[in-house]
């Protein structure tokens, strides 16, 4: 079974530049999660998606974060203008539709640094 | 604030040493419990979890971890830790299936030979 694939592993950019990055979950996954992950720390969610519904974006900041899953399946997320503080590991999730615990199979992240 | 903490930030252990890592969570109510470990220069895998029934969960690796509820905490232990168990811990913990999950800051495990 194929797992979470995302793109691109990593980039570079200067502030105020903007960035995407994707990710595709894996097949038959309903739910959907973008975490982020700034080096030390633990991830932090930002998005979850339940199919091309948002769940929960609380923690997303929206003046520069975007995130999308237009056909309920892969999903871009979006920086835009770019800090020195959004240098971090960017992880997508996904979950199967189950009642028993909801483990998230995460893919490898992409590493954005900004300079 | 619903949070989970994690002890130790950083462990360094010989091999054959036995580890336990600390995990507490300030939830109320029903959770489920998750441990994650995260290899070098790999994604985060799952390696035991908690949903109910005994408290005493065994993962992969030979990695088990209990879940004290009246001390609101889910402890991972090995008794004979490896090199190749170098890596970053994680405890996790959401509230029902399909809510996102909460980490902790995570711990570095460094095993020497």
């Known amino acids: 079974e194929a797992g979470v694939a995302q793109s691109p592993r990593y980039k570079i950019i200067e502030k105020r530049q903007s960035v995407a990055f994707w990710c595709n979950p894996i097949?038959?996954?309903?739910?959907l999660y973008w975490y982020q992950q700034i080096l030390g720390q633990g991830p932090k969610l930002l998005i979850q998606?339940?199919?091309?519904?948002?769940?929960?974006d609380s923690q997303l900041p929206k003046d520069r974060f975007s995130a999308e899953r237009l056909k309920g399946v892969d999903s871009t997320l979006k920086i835009q203008p770019a800090k020195l503080e959004d240098s971090a590991v960017y992880l997508c999730?996904?979950?199967?539709?189950?009642?028993?615990?909801?483990?998230?199979?995460f893919g490898e992240g992409s590493r954005l640094t900004v300079l | 604030a619903q949070s989970v903490s994690q002890h130790n930030h950083h462990v360094i252990l010989s091999e054959a040493a036995s580890l336990e890592l600390g995990c507490n969570y300030s939830y109320g109510g029903t959770v489920n419990l998750f441990w994650y470990v995260q290899y070098p220069g790999q994604h985060l895998q799952l390696l035991l979890k908690y949903f109910s029934g005994d408290p005493l969960v065994k993962g992969i690796k030979g990695f088990e971890a209990e879940f004290i509820k009246s001390k609101f905490s889910f402890n991972l232990r090995k008794p004979s830790v490896q090199w190749s168990d170098t890596a970053e811990y994680f405890c996790a913990v959401n509230r029902h299936s399909g809510y996102a999950l909460n980490f902790g800051k995570g711990t570095s495990l460094l095993v020497t030979p």
């Open positions: 097949s038959g996954h309903a739910t």
């Open positions: 999730a996904s979950s199967p539709p189950t009642r028993l615990g909801g483990e998230l199979f």
């Open positions: 998606f339940q199919n091309n519904g948002v769940v929960d």
